[in-house]
């Protein structure tokens, strides 16, 4: 059996590292929940409805930690049938995450910074993150490899947004300050354009000599 390349190895190995924040944030948030913790302003609507953000803290960890082995072409190729059933789960975890974000965006009761601008752009990218998904799996049912790989690649990057708003937010408050209402909401909409940009650059860059052949490998793979 070959071994495994480098970015076989790196590349997951980024991407996790990349979603510890948001992952130990969701963990976090359970045992907050889990363990009665204090109620505050901040976390009372949480206490209130716990499943929607339990839901979403489980789901969203699933989707960022497995997702990123799907991004190991080695690993694609020679485990064909693992690729396929990963990929199932990550589209419903993927779903499950979107939906359940949306959920919240819409009945939670919003702190102090949150306002219309950031309702508005969550609204926007978690309905895009499930259209996204679907996309990708209608995709793969018409065998059309490239068009799933591209709308699960952009699925992805909004769901990986949470990484990368840590990041945004985070430089804001050590050059800046605390945010503002409507910087809190220009940052983590510049997250998500970040990610998106970064996604389309995979989409888009230049095949090498022997992606077409992979592809194809791949698609016969899945017959």
């Given at each position: 059996?070959?071994?495994?390349?480098?970015?076989?190895?790196?590349i997951p190995a980024?991407?996790?590292?990349?979603?510890?924040?948001?992952v130990?944030?969701g963990?976090l948030r359970?045992?907050e929940?889990g363990g009665?913790?204090?109620?505050?302003?901040?976390?009372?609507?949480?206490f209130a409805?716990?499943v929607?953000v339990?839901v979403?803290?489980?789901?969203v960890s699933?989707?960022s930690?497995?997702g990123?082995?799907?991004?190991?072409?080695?690993f694609r190729?020679?485990r064909?049938?693992?690729?396929r059933?990963?990929g199932?789960?990550?589209?419903l975890c993927?779903?499950?995450?979107a939906?359940?974000g949306?959920?919240m965006?819409v009945?939670?009761?919003k702190?102090?910074?949150v306002?219309?601008l950031?309702?508005?752009?969550r609204l926007v990218?978690?309905?895009?993150w499930?259209?996204?998904i679907?996309?990708?799996f209608?995709?793969?049912?018409r065998r059309?490899?490239s068009?799933?790989?591209a709308?699960m690649?952009r699925?992805?990057?909004?769901g990986l947004?949470?990484?990368?708003?840590?990041?945004?937010?985070?430089a804001?408050l050590?050059a800046?300050?605390?945010?503002?209402?409507l910087s809190?909401?220009?940052?983590?909409l510049?997250a998500?354009?970040?990610?998106?940009?970064v996604a389309?650059?995979?989409i888009?860059?230049?095949?090498?000599?022997?992606?077409p052949?992979?592809?194809?490998l791949?698609?016969?793979?899945?017959?």
């Amino acid at each position: 059996m070959a071994s495994f390349t480098k970015s076989d190895k790196l590349i997951p190995a980024a991407i996790i590292l990349f979603s510890v924040i948001p992952v130990l944030g969701g963990a976090l948030r359970l045992a907050e929940l889990g363990g009665g913790a204090e109620i505050t302003p901040d976390n009372a609507r949480f206490f209130a409805s716990p499943v929607p953000v339990v839901v979403h803290a489980v789901t969203v960890s699933v989707y960022s930690v497995l997702g990123a082995f799907q991004f190991a072409p080695g690993f694609r190729r020679r485990r064909p049938g693992w690729h396929r059933a990963a990929g199932r789960l990550l589209v419903l975890c993927g779903l499950i995450g979107a939906l359940s974000g949306l959920w919240m965006t819409v009945f939670y009761p919003k702190p102090a910074d949150v306002g219309a601008l950031l309702t508005g752009i969550r609204l926007v990218f978690g309905t895009a993150w499930a259209a996204f998904i679907v996309l990708g799996f209608a995709a793969i049912r018409r065998r059309d490899v490239s068009g799933h790989r591209a709308w699960m690649i952009r699925g992805f990057a909004i769901g990986l947004g949470a990484g990368t708003q840590a990041v945004t937010l985070t430089a804001w408050l050590v050059a800046v300050g605390e945010p503002d209402r409507l910087s809190n909401a220009l940052l983590m909409l510049a997250a998500w354009i970040v990610n998106l940009a970064v996604a389309e650059w995979i989409i888009r860059r230049p095949a090498s000599p022997t992606r077409p052949a992979r592809a194809g490998l791949a698609l016969e793979e899945t017959r």
